[in-house]
């Protein structure tokens, strides 16, 4: 279990924070990242990576401190960056350097990953498309088998087929003990595997909850006519789509693109706090 503890970063001194607080606990499971432009996503996930060492605060990792880099912990975690820079020539190569650091990689599940996607890894990356590299690269990640695994934007270049494709491997490859935080602006993309939702507004993280906690918080609803007791509605086609309090315990499905809007309207916080208040050190039952 991942434990985001006060982490707090500045690029320089003179500069607000990109990061300021963050505190949340994130379970086993997929979960989606989503904020504004701008709002520290990236920088969340590169002091999770423990590439940014943070001002203030720290991460724990079942336990241990991330921050510490100890090598029995770094052999546990992979990030996948918007920006892909591959120290070889081949993802062939890559896993022949890289892979023996990672004591759960599986060449044949890299192997059919690579097949999925119409590759054989002995592309020479240089040579290809933003979204063929980061196919490869997609294929090579969802293979090493690490405990916590962070993506950042891994859709971006990918087209609709490659999208499918995606989605069935994230589906076939990560077990039920592994973590992994996507940051996305495309949140259909893995619609039906998110397991939680963290929320990045202005530096600070306004959400980190569990889909579970999430619908027993809250319900959604799609009617012709308005909701009267809505936390929050807005309207679209000729339909309503709210948000009203769970008060019957019956679930119903996420609308991630609604909960995001509510949470960004002035309404957000206290929504986000009848969810989840995450500056308390609470963990989620």
Known sequence: MLHINDLTYSYTQHTAPAVSNARGVVEPGIWLLLGPNGAGKTTLLNLIATLFRPDKGDCTFDGAVMQERRPSLLRRI???????TVPTATIEALAKCDARFYPNFSSEVLAENLRAFGLTGREKLADQSLGQRRK??????LSLGVDLLLLDEPANGLDIDSKKVMR???????GPDQTVIISTHNIADLRELYDGLMVMQSGHLTMCSSSARITSKISFRHTQLPVPDAIYNEQSAGIYHSLVRNTTGETTDIDYTLLYSALMSPKGQEISWMIHPVTTNETEK
């Open 136 to 141: 490869a690269y997609i294929a090579y990640s």
């Open 78 to 84: 992979f990030f996948v960056p918007d920006t892909l």
């Open 168 to 174: 069935q491997m994230m589906a076939r490859c990560v």
